[in-house]
């Protein structure tokens, strides 16, 4: 059974940076792709980034390209998100995901979620 873990979530201020972790566990997911989404109350699930983690190949929604940055450490089964310059909007409950999905940025593709981390920017 695959499990996964976000961390890394909290409270920071409007231009502040953050990182996410989520350590992946419990099968053989090489040829998997995990992916970051968020969702705010009230608001659908939304796709943020996706990676391959047999050869890095990543996936961004156009809405954080530039922004947030996804990367993966092997050794550690452990995918990151980096969020820089952050925005009130950004406030959500944050959720990684792993699976096979046909297309990364469809969140009804991914067979494995964590539990997901709060983040909560302040203006």
């Known amino acids: 059974q695959v499990q996964l873990v976000e961390s890394g979530g909290g409270l920071v201020q409007t231009g502040g940076s953050l990182r996410l972790s989520c350590v992946v566990s419990?099968?053989?997911?090489?040829?998997?792709?995990t992916g970051w989404f968020r969702q705010a109350p009230g608001k659908e699930r939304e796709f943020l980034a996706a990676?391959?983690?047999?050869?890095?190949?990543?996936y961004y929604a156009d809405s954080v390209k530039g922004r947030f940055t996804i990367s993966r450490d092997n050794v550690k089964n452990t995918v990151y998100l980096q969020m820089n310059s952050l925005k009130p909007e950004d406030t959500a409950a944050y959720y990684c995901a792993t699976g096979l999905p046909r297309v990364p940025a469809r969140p009804n593709e991914y067979n494995y979620w964590g539990q997901g981390t709060q983040v909560t920017v302040s203006s």
């Open positions: 990676i391959r983690w047999n050869d890095g190949i990543t």
């Open positions: 419990g099968g053989t997911f090489f040829s998997y792709v």
